[in-house]
């Protein structure tokens, strides 16, 4: 699992991406962290998570579920995501619109935001250029071995959990439908851990001002001049 240095890429590339002249390298090279989990939306609430990994200062994650809308006859969730920029300490956001097709979850916009800087939303197109799954699985357990029930204890308080060991050999999640909108409590892996924090409850969205929406050919010709 890559969740901590993923997270630091899309931090890091986010502050690279805050002039239009370096969001070519923002879009094509971010990540945003891959959870897993046991996909369970409700609009209004999320979680705070405490990540680490071998070499890193531990940092913290927020994703909380800030909105529905229909999208081609289904019923999309706005995922949002807060975490730090390393460089000036401001907090910086994206927003994923996912939408579950039958065992998986398919992200069909994204809008990013810089500290200081108006939202941009990046063509899929781009974002899938760059690597960035489009989907991925609504349930960690379709591929994961369950270990038994267990009771985990976190800064957030004592949950009774569900224990996987996924098949792949890459890390083990606790999960608990106390918990939105992935129901992670506690995830290890081989190279980093996440454990819950916080709660959230009454999320609203973070960003501000109307998208601008990025036109790759546009901003291709603005780093051509200069």
């Not at 993923?6 to 805050?18: E, K, N, P, W």
């Not at 108006?118 to 250029?129: A, G, I, L």
Request: aromatic share 6%; hydrophobic share 35%; proline share 5%.
């Amino acid at each position: 699992m890559q969740i901590v240095r993923r997270t630091f890429l899309f931090a890091v590339l986010i502050i690279l991406g805050a002039a239009v002249g370096s969001s070519a390298q923002m879009g094509l090279g971010m990540r945003s962290p891959q959870i897993q989990g046991v996909w369970n939306p409700v609009v209004g609430s999320g979680a705070a998570y405490q990540v680490e990994s071998k070499g890193e200062r531990k940092t913290e994650l927020e994703m909380a579920v800030v909105g529905s809308e229909t999208y081609e006859g289904k019923t999309g969730y706005w995922l949002e995501w807060t975490m730090q920029d390393p460089r000036s300490g401001g907090q910086a956001y994206m927003k994923q619109l996912i939408v579950l097709d039958g065992k998986q979850t398919g992200m069909k916009r994204m809008i990013l935001q810089a500290p200081g800087q108006p939202p941009m939303e990046f063509p899929m197109q781009m974002v899938n250029r760059g690597g960035q799954p489009s989907e991925q699985s609504a349930d960690a357990r379709d591929r994961a071995e369950r270990v038994g029930n267990e009771s985990v204890t976190t800064p957030a308080g004592t949950f009774t959990c569900e224990h996987w060991r996924l098949k792949d050999g890459s890390g083990d999640v606790w999960v608990s439908d106390k918990v939105a909108p992935w129901g992670l409590v506690k995830m290890t892996g081989r190279e980093s851990n996440m454990t819950l924090v916080r709660i959230i409850a009454g999320a609203k969205t973070h960003i501000t001002g109307t998208p601008q929406k990025l036109d790759p050919m546009e901003m291709m010709r603005q780093r051509k001049n200069q």
